[in-house]
């Protein structure tokens, strides 16, 4: 998982071969924004979805609407969740490059 692969840079020391790590940490962060930009596009569609259902609602809402509803808004929360804990951690990341670039 992305979260992991960049706890495990972030927790590694810089490596003697400081050329081949910060070239881990670029790609790192280049798939670690590519993987944010999916998981926010999920929340766009799962937010699209939510509103359709709240738009199409009768006065009553079924059964089977309620349960979409919840499990929608389930993955709504978990989805925000990933973005912000993956977002920090890129920022992490992205300051650790700069502190390597920096040395080097």
Known sequence: ???????????????????????????????????????????????????????ALPSETSELEASELAELSERLASANESIAALRALLDSLRERRSELRNAA
């Open 1 to 55: 998982m992305m979260i992991d692969r960049i706890r495990n840079i972030l927790a590694t020391p810089s490596s003697a071969e400081p050329t081949s790590f910060l070239e881990l940490v670029d790609s790192t962060l280049t798939e670690g924004y590519a993987h944010a930009l999916q998981l926010e596009a999920e929340r766009w569609r799962i937010e699209r979805r939510i509103g359709e259902l709240i738009a």
